[in-house]
């Protein structure tokens, strides 16, 4: 298979994961079920989850209502060999705006809960925090796969076949690195093939790819790697703001920083920005963190 055939297989996977099913089950929510990705850690990805729940949303609004802000908690580990089931109750619909509650089950608790906002396009006051200059571009930079020698056989594999086409404007994550001892990094993000032109499924796509790497501003602040033993790190929460559309099949830059850890947790904030400059989305995500010895 050459690499063409590879990143389209990588990304129809995905596609097929935020293809949710609607049940024959009825109760005063709308009931949706879907697939979960394979982990090597047996764990559901929480972008995965993110994603399909405001898929699940989405399919109970009109197509010109947008999703503009979205605050989960996630509430249990979700298990990636099983699928997942998604409630969705439609707390509101006014002239502008709609409200709805998005609930992922698996054997029947919920494993994490969304309420996010949706709102016609309005015309309005404008302003935006510029992209940070003198940024690499992503072609100036080596795919995170080819930079990780010496990681277990499954996390490797992992990262050939995630969707995304990740690339550190520093040194990943993933072992050891001697780069500074800092709060802040960059990434250039995109889907490894081209995605449907259905802005639906890119604001989905963005949740998706928010999850990824986010948490790196708080590890790198205290120069630890994702496989440091003893590491235990899990995602608690996620909010998040679309400000503007675009396609996340061309390349993004996801500006991260962490602004606060203490008593075993770490806020990470994130902007994303187009090639181009616009500010697409903001991001804000607190996770729990144990650091051996720490």
Do not use: C
Not at 6 to 23: C, F, G, M, P, S
Not at 133 to 142: G, M, Q, S, Y
Not at 154 to 166: Q, V, Y
């Amino acid at each position: 298979m050459d690499a063409d055939d590879h990143a389209i297989q990588t990304v129809e996977r995905l596609l097929d994961v935020l293809d949710l099913d609607v049940t024959e089950a009825r109760t005063t929510e709308d009931i949706f079920v879907g697939a979960s990705h394979p982990m090597p850690t047996g764990r559901i990805y929480g972008g995965q989850v993110l994603a399909q729940s405001l898929i699940a949303a989405e399919r109970t609004l009109p197509e010109d209502r947008a999703v503009h802000s979205m605050h989960g908690y996630f509430l249990r580990p979700g298990d990636a060999s099983q699928g997942i089931t998604i409630a969705v109750d439609r707390i509101h619909d006014g002239r502008s705006f709609s409200t709805r509650r998005s609930q992922a089950y698996q054997n029947g608790v919920p494993i994490f809960s969304m309420i996010a906002s949706f709102q016609d396009g309005d015309p309005g006051v404008e302003h935006a925090e510029p992209m940070p200059a003198d940024v690499p571009a992503p072609e100036d930079l080596t795919p995170d796969e080819e930079r990780v020698d010496g990681l277990p056989t499954g996390t490797a594999r992992m990262l050939s076949e995630r969707a995304a086409d990740i690339r550190h404007i520093g040194s990943p994550l993933y072992l050891p690195s001697d780069d500074e001892r800092v709060n802040h990094q960059g990434v250039w993000m995109r889907m490894r093939a081209p995605l449907p032109d259905d802005q639906r499924l890119h604001r989905a796509a963005l949740a998706y790819l928010s999850d990824m790497t986010i948490q790196e501003s708080i590890l790198r602040a205290h120069g630890v790697h994702w496989t440091l033993p003893g590491l235990k790190v899990a995602s608690l929460d996620h909010a998040m703001w679309w400000h503007r559309p675009a396609r996340v099949d061309e390349w993004l830059l996801y500006v991260q920083e962490s602004p606060n850890a203490r008593g075993g947790r770490g806020l990470a904030t994130g902007r994303i920005y187009s090639r181009d400059g616009a500010l697409v989305a903001t991001v804000a995500q607190e996770i729990m963190i144990r650091v051996p010895d720490a």
